[in-house]
């Protein structure tokens, strides 16, 4: 059975950092592609990065580009997304994707 749960949010102030985490199982995770997507209030999902298998490819979307970071820890099978420099438009919840696959997702609140 694929499980994906997914931590890391909370509530930070604009221009702060969180790093999102994702455990994974049920699946060979170093080989799975993987994508983060989040979630605005009143909004449809929104694509924000993907890392394919083996990490060959990276993509971020422009909201996104030079400020969030994805990552995995085979060892750990674990995602993850470093977020920098935060801003109130970045408040939504957070979810790890594999496949049709989608965690329970985590709340991230940008606000002074």
Do not use: H
Not at 46 to 60: C, L, N, Q
């Amino acid at each position: 059975e694929v499980q994906l749960v997914e931590s890391g949010g909370g509530l930070v102030q604009p221009g702060g950092s969180l790093r999102l985490s994702c455990v994974a199982s049920g699946f060979t995770f170093m080989r799975a592609p993987m994508n983060w997507v989040r979630q605005a209030p009143g909004k449809g999902l929104e694509w924000i990065s993907t890392i394919s298998s083996r990490d060959s490819i990276i993509k971020y979307a422009d909201a996104v580009k030079g400020r969030f970071t994805i990552s995995r820890d085979t060892a750990k099978n674990t995602l993850y997304l470093q977020m920098n420099s935060l801003k109130t438009d970045d408040t939504a919840v957070y979810y790890c994707e594999y496949g049709v696959y989608r965690g329970q997702g985590t709340q991230v609140t940008v606000s002074s």
